[in-house]
């Protein structure tokens, strides 16, 4: 095991420092005790373990930090020890023995691992963080500055991976014969999908077709303490202490449960089947959900939804799957907003909703594609279509844009239609056909195709224009008409 120096300098004045002493009375007295000199440079320097292999290491427990040196008179009374990678910061335990902080090896790859939201057993950068608590010969206690070195730790390898996985719990009353297939996530490499309908509370875990085939509840993968109803999390998996513990999910009704069979790690969500927009712009009173927006799914196009919307700087929302506050809603993540998104309307973070700084109107688009859901934000780009348009072309050209409103009440303009006809309007989102977010207005209403069978026309819809007439489009009120 290589070993790697730190040295730590501070000075530090006493008179700075809350003092621990145990006769407070005298402390309490007005100038009853004069000023501590300042003490001169403190030195401590430590040796850390730069790297750990878990599979060729011998020894349950490692020592992360050895103290090998201090100055004369202190002594280390604790450690303060932090694992930092990948833009995420872990507390981890130890064990205090004095001159060195011990970690359990395999708690040690586990915390590694959860930095990364992998399992694999591949090596792992991460930065040990220490910050040692000090006695000094007077009895004081400080806080040395924190100090910082690079270790390279190796998760154990997996059990590998099998063609196929099922989920069993409570809502089949662990029925091996009613065990629900996962099925794969296009597009997402060892990455499968299940869904479920549980009762809130329900307890699950994850079996491999060996498991099924011979009824081996050994092979059961689930969480790393029993009830654990994190929505994400890392598999634990069986060995010589038993069965890993039941993954509890928390909430009733619909849910779509990933797994990745490579990284060891699995999702839960609500299965959305609606999309809502809440926030500021329809009600200070959040929990209003008569006012929320619902959103428009896209033709055709599983876990895509779109809405063409107002803000005002200053504007605050989140989207949820469900009308209430359930646990399922979703805010403000770099993971989730595009970063055109979050430049476009200025977007920032305020406790995990996401503030407008830029007034305007915006399409706004949630994408769920398997265990990964996007939000994007658009131009508020509208276009007339077809035989009607401008050069009766079926494709988005600058010439047939729909004027856009100053205001949340304004509405939407055509260009004067080019002849008599059908028209045919439509917003462009990204990588999607231009009909799959096409709508009309018929009798004064916003129709949109959303998932109907056919086309609009099909179901009785349609727009009816003679040339040089304007429509108007109200996306706030859900209106349109022809003028």
């Given at each position: 095991?290589?070993?790697?120096?730190?040295?730590?300098?501070?000075?530090?004045?006493?008179?700075?420092?809350?003092?621990?002493?145990?006769?407070?009375?005298?402390?309490?007295?007005?100038?009853?005790?004069?000023?501590?000199?300042?003490?001169?440079?403190?030195?401590?320097?430590?040796?850390?373990?730069?790297?750990?292999?878990?599979?060729?290491?011998?020894?349950?427990?490692?020592?992360?930090?050895?103290?090998?040196?201090?100055?004369?008179?202190?002594?280390?009374?604790?450690?303060?020890?932090?694992?930092?990678?990948?833009?995420?910061?872990?507390?981890?335990?130890?064990?205090?023995?004095?001159?060195?902080?011990?970690?359990?090896?395999?708690?040690?790859?586990?915390?590694?691992?959860?930095?990364?939201?992998?399992?694999?057993?591949?090596?792992?950068?991460?930065?040990?963080?220490?910050?040692?608590?000090?006695?000094?010969?007077?009895?004081?206690?400080?806080?040395?500055?924190?100090?910082e070195y690079d270790m390279t730790i190796t998760p154990g390898v997996l059990p590998d991976a099998e063609n196929a996985y099922y989920i069993l719990g409570d809502f089949?009353?662990?029925?091996?014969?009613?065990?629900?297939?996962?099925?794969?996530?296009?597009?997402?490499?060892?990455?499968?999908?299940?869904?479920?309908e549980v009762e809130a509370n329900c307890n699950v875990k994850i079996f491999p077709q060996s498991g099924i085939d011979n009824e081996d509840w050994n092979k059961a993968?689930?969480?790393?303490?029993?009830?654990?109803?994190?929505?994400?999390?890392?598999?634990?998996?069986?060995?010589?202490?038993?069965?890993?513990?039941?993954?509890?999910?928390?909430?009733?009704?619909?849910?779509?449960?990933?797994?990745?069979?490579?990284?060891?790690?699995?999702?839960?969500?609500?299965?959305?089947?609606?999309?809502?927009?809440?926030?500021?712009?329809?009600?200070?009173?959040?929990?209003?959900?008569?006012?929320?927006?619902?959103?428009?799914?896209?033709?055709?196009?599983?876990?895509?939804?779109?809405?063409?919307?107002?803000?005002?700087?200053?504007?605050?929302?989140?989207?949820?799957?469900?009308?209430?506050?359930?646990?399922?809603?979703?805010?403000?993540?770099?993971?989730?907003?595009?970063?055109?998104?979050?430049?476009?309307?200025?977007?920032?973070?305020?406790?995990?909703?996401?503030?407008?700084?830029?007034?305007?109107?915006?399409?706004?688009?949630?994408?769920?594609?398997?265990?990964?859901?996007?939000?994007?934000?658009?131009?508020?780009?509208?276009?007339?279509?077809?035989?009607?348009?401008?050069?009766?072309?079926?494709?988005?050209?600058?010439?047939?844009?729909?004027?856009?409103?100053?205001?949340?009440?304004?509405?939407?303009?055509?260009?004067?239609?080019?002849?008599?006809?059908?028209?045919?309007?439509?917003?462009?989102?990204?990588?999607?056909?231009?009909?799959?977010?096409?709508?009309?207005?018929?009798?004064?209403?916003?129709?949109?195709?959303?998932?109907?069978?056919?086309?609009?026309?099909?179901?009785?819809?349609?727009?009816?224009?003679?040339?040089?007439?304007?429509?108007?489009?109200?996306?706030?009120?859900?209106?349109?008409?022809?003028?």
């Amino acid at each position: 095991m290589k070993q790697f120096s730190i040295y730590i300098y501070t000075l530090l004045s006493l008179a700075t420092f809350s003092a621990c002493n145990e006769d407070y009375t005298d402390w309490a007295e007005a100038q009853s005790n004069p000023q501590e000199e300042q003490i001169a440079a403190i030195s401590a320097s430590f040796t850390g373990a730069t790297a750990l292999d878990v599979d060729s290491y011998e020894g349950d427990s490692i020592d992360v930090v050895t103290l090998s040196g201090m100055a004369e008179g202190y002594s280390i009374t604790d450690y303060d020890l932090q694992l930092v990678a990948n833009g995420n910061t872990l507390d981890v335990p130890y064990t205090n023995w004095g001159t060195s902080a011990r970690v359990d090896v395999d708690t040690l790859a586990l915390y590694a691992s959860r930095l990364y939201n992998s399992r694999q057993a591949v090596a792992r950068e991460v930065t040990i963080r220490i910050t040692p608590s000090v006695l000094t010969p007077t009895n004081e206690a400080i806080i040395l500055s924190s100090s910082e070195y690079d270790m390279t730790i190796t998760p154990g390898v997996l059990p590998d991976a099998e063609n196929a996985y099922y989920i069993l719990g409570d809502f089949n009353g662990w029925n091996m014969d009613a065990a629900v297939p996962f099925e794969p996530v296009a597009g997402q490499e060892n990455t499968y999908s299940a869904v479920i309908e549980v009762e809130a509370n329900c307890n699950v875990k994850i079996f491999p077709q060996s498991g099924i085939d011979n009824e081996d509840w050994n092979k059961a993968l689930g969480a790393f303490f029993d009830g654990d109803a994190a929505s994400s999390g890392l598999f634990d998996f069986t060995d010589e202490s038993g069965q890993p513990g039941s993954i509890t999910i928390a909430n009733a009704g619909k849910m779509d449960v990933f797994i990745n069979t490579l990284d060891y790690s699995y999702t839960i969500r609500v299965h959305a089947e609606n999309m809502y927009i809440i926030g500021s712009m329809n009600s200070w009173v959040w929990e209003n959900w008569d006012e929320a927006y619902t959103m428009i799914p896209v033709t055709q196009t599983e876990g895509k939804y779109w809405s063409m919307q107002y803000f005002n700087a200053g504007d605050e929302f989140k989207f949820s799957p469900n009308l209430g506050w359930e646990g399922n809603d979703f805010g403000y993540s770099t993971e989730i907003l595009t970063p055109e998104a979050i430049a476009l309307a200025d977007l920032t973070d305020n406790g995990g909703n996401i503030k407008v700084g830029k007034a305007g109107w915006y399409i706004v688009v949630v994408t769920i594609n398997g265990s990964t859901t996007t939000v994007d934000l658009q131009e508020p780009n509208v276009y007339l279509y077809g035989d009607v348009s401008i050069g009766a072309v079926w494709e988005a050209s600058p010439e047939n844009l729909f004027s856009v409103p100053d205001s949340r009440e304004g509405d939407f303009v055509s260009p004067a239609t080019a002849a008599d006809g059908v028209a045919r309007m439509c917003v462009i989102l990204k990588d999607t056909d231009w009909w799959r977010s096409e709508f009309t207005v018929t009798g004064g209403t916003l129709v949109y195709r959303a998932n109907l069978n056919g086309e609009l026309s099909d179901n009785g819809y349609e727009c009816a224009v003679t040339a040089g007439q304007n429509i108007h489009i109200n996306f706030m009120k859900r209106t349109g008409s022809v003028e």
